[in-house]
């Protein structure tokens, strides 16, 4: 039960009509209390793992830290595990942005395939992911569906800067004032503001994808920021580029269709289409009217969450979702790769995570009830 919740973080204690209890009859949870200290900025959160501080952690750790965490093990008396991760960092345009000529560039499918195979997705994973990654195209699913192409997992991911630069050429978005890098097609000044929080995306990866984009003539800034100041900026339709962890298993999908709505997640995920959202949420009262594959993909949900799974009508409908969500780029995929997580070798009765992932609600499936810390 929460006893306090502020802005440095939460203090739990333990419902004592807790509907569980241990084979011997004794009441769960064994541990009494609990501290969710809030710490955003990743150096400071690195920090407190190895001197110790921390029990369990998994949230907002990405395999650029593994090596810090891995070399802090002795000292702060903790094992660090690596899993596969069910999401990948994805990159997505604000196709609803209330700037006008942004909106009409980032709506346009030619400048999403552009900015997707500017990415050297290879280099990425070698340098961002220790060569431990798979470079693929964000499809909705993960792991895949049988009755999904395999195509889609690699559609736009060749790195291409030629072709890049010539789809940048023919929207065009040339470099009028000699600077090097590429204004909008009215001759506006385009320096793309690219906001991450290290709870949903690696630093390194913005900052490589950002360096990526420069070299074919688009220019960034990249900033940090809080996860709650992200989520504000993105669902206030704020952001030009949004960026965090994304995708969800089968079993997920058939209970809930938000990866394929608009705004394509809730508050607390990747978000795009905001306007979108708004003509569909007031039946097109206000907002922006979605394109045909939009209204297209939201139809499809609804019906294949229905469909019997054994049916070719489930397989045609979800075969024909990821191909309009990975045709159009909504979302650019990057790099699926395995994550750290940690736990403290006092807390015992701990159960090795099979996955590193949000989407199986991290520790509910390994019975956290039944931890306990040696004192």
Known sequence: MYIADTTEGRHLVANPYFHQVDPTGQQLPYISEQDEVYKNDNEVRLLSIVNGDVDYKAQSLQLASAPALLDGQAQGNYTVDLRPEITLGVFSFNVTHED???????????????????????????????????????????????????????????????????????????????????????????????????????????????????????????????????????????????????????????????LWVPPFENYFGVRTGMLWAEWVDSNGANGVEPPAYVKELISDINAFQSADQSSDEFKVLGERMVKNMVENLLFIGTVNAPAPMIHHNNLKNFTSFKTHSYEYYRTYPYRATQWWLDE
């Open 100 to 258: 006008e000529a942004k909106r009409n560039v980032f709506g346009d499918i030619r400048f999403r395939e552009a900015m997707s195979i500017a990415i050297n997705r290879a280099e990425l994973n070698d340098v961002g992911f220790f060569g431990e990654g798979t470079p693929q195209q964000y499809i909705g699913f993960s792991p895949k569906p049988a009755f999904v192409s395999d195509k889609w997992m690699s559609h736009a991911t060749e790195f291409d800067a030629a072709r890049a630069n010539s789809l940048l050429d023919e929207i065009g978005m040339k470099d009028t004032d000699g600077d090097g890098f590429r204004e909008l097609p009215n001759g506006d000044k385009l320096v793309l503001n690219m906001s991450f929080a290290t709870q949903g995306i690696a630093g390194q990866t913005v900052e490589l994808v950002g360096q990526y984009w420069a070299d074919v003539g688009v220019q960034s800034v990249v900033k940090e920021v809080t996860p709650d100041e992200y989520r504000s900026a993105q669902s206030a339709n704020k952001l030009d580029v949004m960026m965090w962890r994304k995708s969800q298993p089968l079993a997920i999908v058939l209970g809930n269709n938000e």
